[in-house]
């Protein structure tokens, strides 16, 4: 299974179709080392080239990924499933698929979740748990009703998005690093960790 990592985002100036040279991380990113990735170690993978996007699964050696297999791939607004012939001017980042965190989250949302209620496709409800699946089939505003007013809280939020969307989050009043939560692409889902400080709302992604 592919690994996870936190905050990998990097540009490559490869062209083709070929083996990515990864360069540097963009601002408020990391590189794949510094990641945590290890050589050898496959991730799933995000190539953005303007508005072409190819997901797939990778190996990681010494700065290049190896492009083993392309899940999906959108060129020139169409779908399918081929190598994108890069421009020299990508962005590659380290994400999860729908799957992959189905699988990873199962045994943690056994032991500490609890799956709550979404009311109108974007409303989650904390008195009825404290881990949440939304699909981005939208432009959503996403809310949170019934969070205590004291104590400490946490809870969970994934997005499985289908289309190109954008979502909000309202009530949040800060995000950790200031780093925007921004929604999945297309065909991927994302992980949003969210905590309450005495009615004060945190959030931040953790896949």
Known sequence: MP????????????????TLTLGAPLAGFQSFADGGVGNGQAVTYVIEDGLNVEIGTGTYSAGTLTRSTV???????VAGSAKLNLSGRALVYVTA??????????GYLLRHLTKGTVTGGNTCDFATGNFFRIALDANKTISFTNVPATGVHQWQVILDATGTRTVAWSGVAKVYGDVALEPPADGLSKTYVFTSDNGTIYGGMSA
Do not use: Q
């Open 3 to 18: 690994v996870f990592a936190d905050r990998v985002k990097v540009s490559t100036a490869t062209t083709g179709t070929g």
């Open 97 to 106: 698929r729908g799957s992959e965190l189905d699988h990873a989250a199962a």
């Open 71 to 77: 899940h999906r791939s959108i060129v020139g607004g």
